[in-house]
């Protein structure tokens, strides 16, 4: 595995598996301690609704030919209210472009979506119904 500053890459054949772990505050939801165990309905529910905004923001970008998964790898408490989702995204592309992957890019294109549903001047925006906090959203290589 090789390390870059912009994001981890497996290298495969012909192609690389770049990685991506990011979070963001999901706002006006409870934490349950449910969110904590994996296998609960609470997790389960939680995780198939970011997949499904994942899906939808990075398959309708610039990069859909190459977005694979998104991966919720834990739930948590916040303190100021609401959830905090933590995520793994991964993408696979040719080598020749593996330079146009960059954390900044990634991310910009998930705040972007955001972005474009805040109203009332808060920082509150919504994905598919989950109301997310703009100034919440990490992306780490």
Not at 104 to 125: E, F, H, M, V, Y
Request: aromatic share 10%; hydrophobic share 40%; charged share 20%.
């Amino acid at each position: 595995m090789l390390s870059t500053t912009d994001s981890c890459i497996v290298r495969t054949e012909n192609k690389e598996v770049l990685y991506f772990v990011g979070l963001f505050r999901i706002a006006n939801t409870e934490f349950l301690p449910e969110y904590r165990q994996k296998d609960s309905k609470e997790f389960l529910t939680i995780s198939d609704k970011v997949h499904q905004v994942m899906n939808f923001v990075y398959k309708t970008s610039p990069f859909s030919k190459f977005y694979k998964q998104s991966i919720v790898a834990d739930v948590s408490n916040n303190n100021n209210g609401g959830l905090l989702v933590h995520f793994w995204l991964q993408f696979v592309v040719p080598h020749t472009e593996g330079q146009v992957f960059c954390e900044d890019c990634i991310g910009a294109i998930l705040k972007d979506s955001i972005q474009t549903s805040i109203l009332n001047r808060t920082s509150i925006g919504t994905l598919q119904s989950l109301a997310v906090d703009i100034d919440s959203v990490v992306l780490n290589g």
